[in-house]
């Protein structure tokens, strides 16, 4: 990804460069135990108990994303970061639309065809209506499938796609109606935390896949969308974490779908922990 593609976050202080944000923000990641080698990222989904890598006198890292997303306002950001976010937006659903019509893509349409749902959401392209989660899985193999779709190379050598979170926004400010600005929003937020955790956990190194990251950041963007308050933005990310953290082995030797399918089913199961957390 390009330099300008850096999707950085302006907070409330005017004097705050960049360089300065991205430092406080990664010293809050340090703070949790990521930068330190923790062998898991924070999963605070049980009520009472935190994170094993985490201190009583330390925020997590759950928490801090949380925070972020709850308090980020469309006002905050800078008017290149508006830009670069919406050109994200219509390059993203380009690539879903060159991916339509492949093998993959089929499979994952056929499935969401078969489903209905009270509360519905729209494949790309097809007009189909099926379930949340499975519109964010067809939709999220298109945007996959050809590989065209924005890079991210981190500090820690890894490379990935933050635009695969897009497939879980845009279904997830579908079904709420939110507005463009929403939109914009949580597609800045998603590309924030893809890039940045991706920046400070070597993932490629532990043998893990960057789908994982894909889906920290997806339900993070998606339950901003959703309205999750922040407590309920740190249970769905532990049930995220808990649950899909896939491993390098999808893209070793001979290559199946999975390569296709892998950052859509993170998007899938995003959306799904949102709806999990949000429900009482």
């Known amino acids: 990804m390009s330099a300008d593609r850096r999707l950085w976050i302006a907070r409330r202080a005017p004097n705050d460069s960049p360089d300065t944000r991205r430092r406080h923000f990664l010293r809050q990641l340090a703070a949790a135990g990521l930068l330190a080698g923790a062998p898991a990222l924070p999963a605070a989904a049980q009520t009472g108990q935190g994170s094993p890598a985490v201190g009583r006198d330390r925020v997590s890292l759950a928490e801090t994303l949380a925070r972020y997303a709850t308090e980020l306002r469309y006002e905050d950001l800078p008017e ?33 065809s078969d489903v209905s749902s009270r509360h519905p959401a729209t494949v790309l392209f097809s007009g189909i209506k099926t379930s949340p989660d499975l ?26 796609h933050p635009s695969d979170t897009i497939a879980a926004l845009l279904t997830s400010a579908e079904i709420n109606a939110r507005s463009g600005r929403d939109l914009v929003t949580a597609t800045v937020l998603a590309y924030e935390v893809f890039s940045k955790i991706a920046d400070v956990f070597d993932y490629l190194g532990n043998g893990i896949d960057h789908s994982t990251i894909t889906g920290i950041a997806a339900v993070v963007g998606a339950g901003r969308l959703m309205g999750l308050t922040a407590q309920q933005m740190v249970h769905a990310i532990g049930i995220t974490v808990g649950g899909n953290t896939a491993t390098r082995q999808g893209r070793a030797d001979e290559l199946s779908n999975w ?17 999990l957390a949000q429900t009482e």
């Open 259 to 275: 390569k296709a399918f892998a950052a859509a089913d993170a998007c899938r199961k995003a959306i799904f922990a949102a709806q």
């Open 80 to 112: 290149d970061v508006i830009r670069i976010a919406k050109r994200s937006i219509l390059d993203t659903i380009g690539c879903a639309f060159g991916g339509y019509t492949a093998g993959p893509s089929k499979i994952a349409i056929k499935l969401a």
């Open 135 to 160: 519109a964010v899985f067809a939709n999220g193999v298109m945007i996959r499938y050809l590989d065209f779709n924005d890079a991210f190379v981190s500090l820690t050598h890894g490379a990935g």
